[in-house]
């Protein structure tokens, strides 16, 4: 927030501005100051939807084919079976407890992302980043109220950048792995989530 000797010196000037004027260059100057308040102004690289999305989203992803020894690039988000995605959702089922491990990303402990990069690859032979701020800027930005089930939902503790990812199952509910609790579904309009809530991402869709 610009609270300078510049804007004080502005008002305390000659120039003559009427109350409403000054009130109205207040609260301009206030919300320029904000994270993410730029984000839905004409013209800039943010994303309405995704105000955290900064960089240019990636419109492909390196899948791996069975039988080839060099996985293909696929353009998202990538168009997978029914039967897919409920493999996803038995996926997460049978993962359910599993313990939070830093940096983990195989069945003896998990770190959010690194849970979206094995159940990606498993279900959909995906090559995922392996942080959550790289995972949100891949594919298609979704709005909250279209969230359809396997999208991407992303969190932000501090209000500045993304810090954790979980996959959407439907019905407001979303599995992630939590550092106390490990593997587990939560539902995003808990109050905990929904005051941390950043984006969505469609990276595969049903054919």
């Not at 804007?7 to 994270?35: E, N, Q, T």
């Not at 701020?133 to 209000?159: C, E, H, I, T, Y």
């Not at 979980?166 to 995003?188: E, P, Q």
Request: net charge positive.
């Amino acid at each position: 927030m610009r609270t300078g000797s510049g804007w004080l010196s502005f008002f305390a000037g000659k120039s003559v501005v009427s109350g409403r004027a000054v009130s109205a260059l207040l609260i301009s100057a206030m919300l320029s100051g904000l994270p993410g308040c730029s984000s839905i102004s004409t013209g800039s690289r943010y994303d309405p939807d995704c105000k955290y999305s900064l960089k240019k989203r990636k419109t492909h992803i390196s899948r791996i084919v069975p039988g080839s020894p060099l996985p293909v690039t696929v353009e998202l988000p990538v168009k997978v079976s029914g039967e897919s995605i409920e493999q996803l959702f038995t996926a997460v089922k049978d993962r359910m407890g599993t313990a939070y491990r830093w940096g983990g990303t195989a069945t003896d402990g998990f770190d959010c992302s690194g849970f979206v990069q094995y159940l990606y690859e498993e279900s959909f032979q995906l090559k995922m980043p392996r942080t959550s701020s790289d995972m949100a800027s891949l594919g298609r930005v979704v709005p909250r109220k279209k969230l359809m089930q396997g999208d991407l939902v992303f969190f932000s503790n501090g209000g500045k950048s993304i810090d954790h990812v979980g996959i959407y199952m439907g019905d407001n509910r979303f599995a992630h792995v939590s550092t106390s609790s490990g593997v587990r579904i939560d539902r995003l309009d808990s109050r905990y989530y929904d005051r941390r809530y950043a984006c969505a991402a469609r990276v595969v869709s049903r054919n």
